[in-house]
């Protein structure tokens, strides 16, 4: 069965450091998303990627994130400089058609700024 | 806007039980719902879909009902398995998101042996 795959699955990083989250979604998926879950809390919105173009992003999405989808098959989820706040998991999800439809999600990055 | 909030944190079991996991939104004009499960370490995994213009979807041994004059959604589930044991989280697409889920705080269901 296809799945949406995500690297690395823990990244640490120094505050103020760039991090790159990667995420290969399921192969004839178009629409491509990014959420976030603190510890302890719900999974949020952060932004959605269709035709190349995000289509929707949250006010977390501010200007320290980028998504890109760099080759057709990689989705990529950059932190310019990385704050405590940060830290959480982050999923990336794929799906066939809108949020009308299900979302797959993958297995997360779990983000850790000291 | 859109806020999606679960009735209880924990809800505890017995194995073959039948579990019934709550939900209540805002927003009236939300159009899509989804239950989704996530086990430990885990991303989260679709469970069962209902739209709007439907009260009730069922699944294998999932039925979702949606009660739209009170907001409220909720999730049953047969013949509750060890295996259920997760956190079970209720998502709602408001309407003129496209693409956006706002997702509750998440219903820990364990499952007593």
């Known amino acids: 069965e296809p799945e949406v795959t995500q690297t690395p699955s823990h990244q640490v990083t120094q505050m103020g450091q760039e991090v790159i989250l990667r995420c290969v979604p399921i192969s004839n998926h178009l629409y491509f998303y990014w959420y976030r879950q603190i510890l302890g809390q719900k999974v949020e919105f952060l932004v959605s990627?269709?035709?190349?173009?995000?289509?929707?992003k949250s006010e977390i999405f501010d200007d320290q994130f980028s998504v890109e989808r760099p080759d057709g098959s990689n989705f990529t989820l950059k932190i310019r400089s990385t704050k405590l706040e940060d830290s959480a998991m982050y999923f990336c999800a794929s799906g066939a058609m809108g949020a009308g439809n299900e979302q797959f999600f993958g297995p997360g990055t779990r983000l850790t700024v000291l | 806007g859109e806020s999606v909030g679960l009735h209880l944190p924990t809800l505890s079991v017995q194995e073959g039980d039948n579990s019934i996991i709550n939900c209540a939104y805002s927003?009236?004009?939300?159009?899509?719902f989804i239950w989704y499960k996530q086990e430990s370490g885990k991303g989260p995994q679709f469970i069962i879909d209902?739209?709007?213009?439907?009260d009730k979807r069922q699944g294998q041994r999932v039925t979702v009902l949606l009660n739209k004059t009170v907001k409220h959604l909720s999730l049953q589930i047969a013949a509750t398995q060890p295996g259920d044991s997760a956190v079970y989280f209720c998502?709602?697409?408001?309407?003129?998101?496209?693409?956006?889920?706002?997702f509750g705080t998440g219903t820990l269901l364990a499952v007593q042996p």
């Open positions: 209902i739209r709007s213009n439907m």
């Open positions: 990627f269709y035709n190349n173009e995000i289509s929707e």
């Open positions: 927003n009236s004009a939300s159009d899509y």
């Open positions: 998502a709602a697409r408001p309407v003129g998101a496209t693409n956006k889920l706002i």
